[in-house]
């Protein structure tokens, strides 16, 4: 295996991650195929781009993307929590069931080698 597919650019994902609205939404999670109640006021939709390029500067095609996961919690040190998407065309997930407080995210994209980038820079959102 390539060291060079872990080092994907993921400021992509960063930046968009950053950039994300982390609203409450009615509706459904993104890349459910159920429908899923989720109670606005206590939920978390990020939304971000698949990178385009690695860090090296290589292309990186769509079809060399598995997914992504989310890593969230309540402290900036642990988040102990995470979602699994396993579509890499899915590129929105509402989280819902938070708590009150403070609470931060980040993603990491999978290639369909199954290694993990490093995680984006944390967003975080008052619930």
């Known amino acids: 295996m390539s060291n060079r597919v872990i080092k994907m ?3 992509y994902v960063a930046a968009a991650l950053l950039s994300a609205v982390l609203v409450g939404c009615g509706g459904g999670s993104g890349g459910s ?3 899923q109640v989720i109670d ?3 939920s978390a939709t990020l939304s971000w781009n698949a990178p385009a390029s690695r860090e090296n500067g290589e292309g990186l095609a769509m079809g060399e993307l598995k997914g ?5 919690g309540q402290s900036q040190d642990s988040l102990s929590q995470q979602v699994e998407i396993s579509d890499a065309s899915v590129m929105d997930y509402t989280i819902g069931g938070l708590s009150e407080g403070e609470w931060y995210f980040s993603v990491q994209v999978v290639d369909t080698n199954g290694l993990k980038s490093a995680p984006s820079q944390l967003v975080s959102k008052i619930i």
């Open 9 to 11: 650019s993921f400021r």
């Open 33 to 35: 195929g159920g429908a």
């Open 40 to 42: 606005p006021q206590r």
């Open 68 to 72: 992504y996961v989310i890593h969230y």
